[in-house]
């Protein structure tokens, strides 16, 4: 069956194409929905596609029961609730190099309508009115322009600045004194720029800790007759302080290409003269649109194809040349979790997962995430992914431990999974044998050698004479064929276990049999 997308934002025809080229895709270009008819029809989607304007919300995304990937077709992701998709175990991705240099452009642009009010002698011109008084400017060359956020955007407005023959100061929790030294600025704290600017622009995203970082007490702080340029976020600043530090005097004049809310068509702070405005229009150019639009579908085909993304949002990003080396373990980081949901009683309070030999010098966090997959995945359900796993056992209370150890038992490399529950801990390892694949080799202190596939049988039982013939005759009579069979014991007449391969699952009666044997303590059957 086709996998559907849902387009609900313009994006560039041009940069769509990937989607629409490719096989076993289905996509509807469907803009201006209003919330509830998003609701009505997400229920169809494997992936949505989106620009700025879609509040992709926790109510939509619960409604989403195909949905796989969010694309954002841009950077900010503030209008998606990511809480919600991680915990529905949808990928999030945007685009975020597309449109740095369309914004940078554009921020340029306003500080420089600012400085000279373009906007206003524009706009008084066309009114009829030839007024060069009111609208005489201020010089950018040899001001202070203060940069809040010194990732993709704000550097490249930083060295379009010092072009402007600017001097420039900037704070990003990021930016360190080397940094600023080879961009050739001043760097400090978000008060330091604030007191030097005559200028200054934002360029973080929109998060609990820049939510109105410029508020009524930074503005107090800043030079009579400052000017704020944002081109983030609306949020960033506080909009009602910024209305009364333009009407005190303090601030000269702003420029806004986004706001709280939006569409801002009915804005206190649009009726003030010193106020100029686009409306989010810093991503607007053909270049910029049709570069976010190609990068996003491009992921949202690997993601729905493969499996992988390049930008993702909600989960680490693993470099390939680093996938590529991780990726032979997948197989068998899932499957321990799966043999230990089987084998484990009680709830899991904690999983210690110890990576030995080759994979210590390994990015394992892909393999960890992967090995809860298969632990939690057999109770509640295929929904849990490599997005959410990791959420879903924090939600749990469940406490995962990631350590690297040099024991490997003699193996080359050596996975070790623990389950710790109320009623004790078990303990399973396996390996990735040169040639031969994956092998389970330890359950709890019994080493073994068994393929993690198929159906198996796990027996725990006392270490009597007669005990492995019992077990073949029950496996006999039920016309039953063993593929394997490896057993263990901690010490003569002690604690033993056997761990058979068969051909089928068990059914009921037949493990029932298998518990009959005096000596059999507990029978499990295994699928993997
Ligand atoms: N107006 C428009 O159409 C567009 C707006 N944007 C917005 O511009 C902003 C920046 O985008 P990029 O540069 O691509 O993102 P980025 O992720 O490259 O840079 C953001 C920077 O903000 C810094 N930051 C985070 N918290 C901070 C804090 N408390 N104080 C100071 N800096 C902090 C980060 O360390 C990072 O370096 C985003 O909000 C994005 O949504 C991006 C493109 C177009
Ligand atoms: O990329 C961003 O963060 C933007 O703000 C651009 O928004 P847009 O895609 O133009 O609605």
């Known amino acids: 069956m086709a996998y559907k997308v849902l387009i609900s934002d313009p994006l560039s025809e041009e940069g769509i194409q990937p989607l629409r080229e490719a096989e076993n895709l289905e996509v509807d270009v469907?803009?201006?929905?209003?919330?509830?008819?998003?609701?009505?029809?997400?229920g169809d989607y494997d992936a949505l596609?989106?620009?700025?304007?879609?509040?992709?919300t926790r109510d939509i995304i619960s409604k989403a029961s195909k949905l796989k990937i969010i694309g954002r077709a841009g950077v900010g992701v503030d209008n998606i609730d990511l809480s919600a998709a991680t915990?529905?175990?949808?990928?999030?991705?945007?685009?975020?190099?597309?449109?740095?240099?369309?914004?940078?452009?554009?921020?340029?642009?306003?500080?420089?309508?600012?400085?000279?009010?373009?906007?206003?002698?524009y706009s008084a011109l066309k009114d009829g009115k030839w007024d060069r008084k009111t609208h005489v400017g201020v010089e950018l060359k040899g001001k202070t322009i203060g940069v809040i956020g010194m990732g993709r955007i704000g550097q490249e407005v930083a060295y379009r600045a010092k072009g402007q023959r600017m001097k420039v100061i900037a704070y990003d929790p990021f930016l360190t004194k080397e940094r600023a030294d080879k961009l050739g600025i001043d760097y400090g704290s978000v008060e330091d720029v604030v007191i030097a600017s005559d200028f200054i622009t934002v360029h973080t995203p929109l998060i609990k800790e820049t939510k109105h970082m410029i508020n009524k007490e930074a503005f107090e702080k800043m030079k009579d007759g400052v000017r704020i340029v944002n081109c983030a976020r609306g949020g960033i600043i506080d909009e009602d302080a910024l209305y009364h530090a333009i009407?005190?005097?303090?601030?000269?004049?702003?420029?806004?290409?986004?706001?709280?809310e939006e569409p801002a068509t009915d804005h206190r702070l649009l009726e003030l003269p010193q106020v100029i405005a686009t409306p989010h229009l810093g991503a607007?150019?053909?270049?910029?649109?049709?570069?976010?639009?190609?990068?996003?579908?491009?992921?949202?085909?690997?993601?729905?194809?493969?499996?992988?993304?390049?930008?993702?949002?909600?989960?680490?990003?693993?470099?390939?040349?680093?996938?590529?080396?991780?990726?032979?373990?997948?197989?068998?980081?899932?499957?321990?979790?799966?043999?230990?949901?089987?084998?484990t009683e009680g709830t899991a309070e904690e999983i210690n997962i110890s990576y030995s030999g080759e994979l210590t010098e390994l990015e394992v966090a892909p393999l960890t995430r992967n090995t809860i997959k298969g632990l939690l995945k057999r109770h509640l359900g295929d929904h849990v992914n490599d997005v959410n796993a990791s959420y879903l056992a924090e939600k749990r209370g469940i406490?995962?431990?990631?350590?690297?150890?040099?024991?490997?038992?003699?193996?080359?490399?050596?996975?070790?999974?623990?389950?710790?529950?109320k009623h004790g801990?078990?303990?399973?390892?396996?390996?990735?044998?040169?040639?031969?694949?994956?092998?389970?080799?330890?359950?709890?202190?019994?080493?073994?050698?068994?393929?993690?596939?198929?159906?198996?049988?796990?027996?725990?039982?006392?270490?009597?004479?007669?005990?492995?013939?019992?077990?073949?005759?029950?496996?006999?009579?039920?016309d039953i064929n063993i593929a394997s069979m490896q057993v263990g014991r901690s010490d003569v007449g002690g604690n033993a276990m056997m761990?058979?391969?068969?051909?089928?699952?068990?059914?009921?009666?037949?493990?029932?049999?298998?518990?009959?044997?005096?000596?059999?303590?507990?029978?499990?059957?295994?699928?993997?």
């Open 30 to 42: 469907k803009t201006n929905l209003s919330a509830d008819e998003l609701a009505d029809i997400i």
């Open 49 to 56: 596609l989106v620009r700025s304007q879609t509040k992709v």
């Open 87 to 121: 915990e529905y175990g949808v990928i999030v991705v945007n685009a975020p190099d597309g449109n740095t240099n369309s914004a940078a452009e554009h921020t340029i642009a306003m500080l420089m309508s600012l400085a000279r009010k373009i906007p206003q002698a």
């Open 247 to 260: 009407q005190s005097g303090k601030v000269a004049g702003a420029a806004l290409d986004v706001f709280e």
């Open 284 to 343: 607007s150019t053909v270049e910029a649109q049709e570069s976010v639009a190609i990068d996003v579908s491009h992921d949202v085909v690997r993601y729905l194809t493969e499996g992988v993304v390049k930008n993702p949002v909600n989960l680490p990003s693993v470099p390939k040349d680093v996938m590529n080396k991780i990726e032979p373990y997948f197989h068998l980081s899932e499957k321990l979790g799966t043999f230990l949901t089987h084998v």
């Open 399 to 421: 406490h995962v431990n990631e350590n690297r150890t040099s024991s490997t038992k003699g193996f080359t490399n050596l996975l070790k999974v623990e389950v710790k529950t």
């Open 425 to 478: 801990t078990r303990t399973v390892a396996g390996t990735l044998l040169n040639g031969l694949g994956a092998r389970i080799v330890q359950v709890d202190n019994y080493s073994v050698d068994v393929v993690p596939e198929g159906y198996l049988v796990f027996i725990s039982h006392n270490d009597r004479p007669g005990v492995i013939g019992k077990v073949g005759n029950a496996f006999a009579e039920n």
């Open 499 to 528: 761990i058979i391969s068969v051909d089928k699952q068990l059914e009921k009666e037949e493990l029932e049999q298998l518990n009959q044997i005096t000596e059999i303590n507990n029978v499990v059957a295994i699928e993997l």
